[in-house]
């Protein structure tokens, strides 16, 4: 599986530029290298999460263009980043609460495919608004669009760790590893973990994540470290068609526990960055 990995992805390789922006010690980006892997429940999920944790949280909904964040908890938000992108709201002014799972949002605009296109000084201001707001907060989820676009790598620069999601799926695996790959150009592949997603089992999970570090390890000398997997649950769906969060509607099931378990990994995580950043 390793090799056809790399076949699939081993085309010359392009030089992407990532802006130099300084990183916040308390925001994590949830990534994946392609759509449909449950990037952005797990987003959701970790938030709320986090929250029931007893931290103050901020989701953030970066992927310009194709949000669904408000859809998948059944918001319709009367701010949103549109608003800021075109200049009639600062970033501030259009966070709302969601009380059901007791953090902030910042929602996207769906349909808006000008958004994925942002001029460079639109997106280094939006960037640079996140990082003030980033303040308030004790964790920032930054749910990025799928792949490694301009967007993708300058949102993804601003986070301490960056949390790819991908399945067994071969077309899953594929991509990312090409998210690896092309983000290891860029400079971003050092804060890369791994989780995995909808995992038939913690064996099969494992087996996922040695198939992706095998490939890392072969091709691109790196390591990328499992934070967790997610095991597969009907349940998941549920609560997605009902447009309620998994940890209200079904707190017990297999995958809230596991991305709960994921949640006390970040907070790990996330002292031991802000130790290291005040000890440099």
């Not at 449909?36 to 103050?56: N, Q, R, Y």
């Not at 701010?79 to 966070?95: A, P, S, T």
């Not at 526990?257 to 000890?279: G, P, R, T």
Request: glycine share 8%.
């Amino acid at each position: 599986m390793s090799d056809s990995i790399t076949k699939m992805t081993d085309k010359p390789k392009s030089k992407l530029s990532t802006p130099s922006a300084s990183r916040g010690t308390n925001t994590i980006a949830v990534a994946s290298g392609k759509g449909g892997v449950g990037k952005t429940w797990f987003s959701i999920t970790l938030s709320h999460a986090l929250a029931k944790a007893g931290k103050k949280v901020l989701l953030f909904d970066g992927d310009l263009g194709l949000a669904n964040i408000d859809v998948q908890l059944g918001l319709m938000p009367k701010r949103d980043l549109n608003d800021v992108i075109r200049g009639r709201l600062g970033l501030d002014k259009v966070i709302q609460p969601y009380p059901e799972g007791g953090f902030d949002i910042i929602a996207g605009r769906s349909g808006q495919a000008a958004l994925s296109a942002l001029p460079s000084q639109r997106l280094s201001l939006l960037r640079d608004q996140l990082l003030d707001v980033a303040h308030n907060y004790d964790v920032v989820i930054l749910d990025l669009g799928a792949g490694v676009d301009r967007t993708v790598r300058m949102l993804s620069a601003t986070a301490v760790r960056t949390l790819l999601v991908t399945t067994d799926e071969p077309t899953s695996l594929t991509d990312a590893y090409a998210f690896i790959k092309l983000g290891s150009t860029a400079g971003m592949s050092k804060n890369v973990g791994i989780v995995i997603n909808q995992a038939t089992s913690e064996s099969e999970g494992e087996k996922t994540y040695k198939t992706l570090l095998k490939a890392c390890e072969n091709f691109l000398r790196l390591k990328p470290p499992m934070v967790g997997m997610v095991r597969h649950d009907k349940k998941v769906k549920e609560s997605i068609r009902h447009q309620s969060p998994i940890l209200t509607r079904s707190p017990n099931a297999d995958a809230a526990e596991d991305v709960e378990k994921i949640a006390k990994i970040v907070i790990k995580d996330l002292a031991n960055k802000a130790k290291q950043a005040a000890s440099a």
